[in-house]
């Protein structure tokens, strides 16, 4: 079984010269979930290569087990310094598709037209697309075969727009997640903010923030289990 991860390309935090990217945590904690299990992992972003990490996500009181393990792991430090370029990724290849968050994704991954494309041939295949925290807006622009949105009437989560404001940012994104997949017709559903909150409905699963990570990539094994015989500890 094979999984994508795909990061975000973009690094500029709106007008306000600081810096943003991926999460370390919402792509080190899903990363050790699918490969501890047996997955085989790919990563893909926009442009290829290095991703660019947001620096917030590698302050001291963002660590954990997975981000120091991830830190300290060559072949995962290889792979997300090379990560493959999203034009020339392939739906048939890969069993489910998965996107960190980061507010990075705002900027590019929601209007990217590979990364649209891949989410329509994933959903379209029967195969899961899951997403975690604002990684969920990379479903905003995505439409189903009648050309309705893929939130459309389905139950999703990603970070709220209360938790946008506690860290500042409310004035700065683009647009706030969760009025935008409302907006789309999404059934936005949260718990409180930083709860570890996941959502599946149907192939689709989205995971409310940070806390989410470990358990959103958890969601996409036994979604995965019930379409496959795949015998991962996983998929029990």
Known sequence: MHILMVTTSHDQLGDTGHKTGFWLEELAAPYYVFVDDGYKVTLASPKGGQPPLDPKSDDADSQTEDTQRFKSDSKAQGELANTYPLAGINAADYDALFYPGGHGPLWDLVIDPDSIRLIQDFLKAGKPVAAVCHGPCVLL????????????????????????AAVGLTEVVPFLLEDALKAKGGDFLCGGDWDDFVVTDGLLITGQNPQSSASTARAVLAKLSKLTNWPGQGAG
């Open 141 to 164: 622009n995505a439409v189903d075969d009648k050309g309705q949105s893929v939130v459309d009437g389905k139950e999703v989560t990603g970070f709220t727009n209360a938790e946008e």
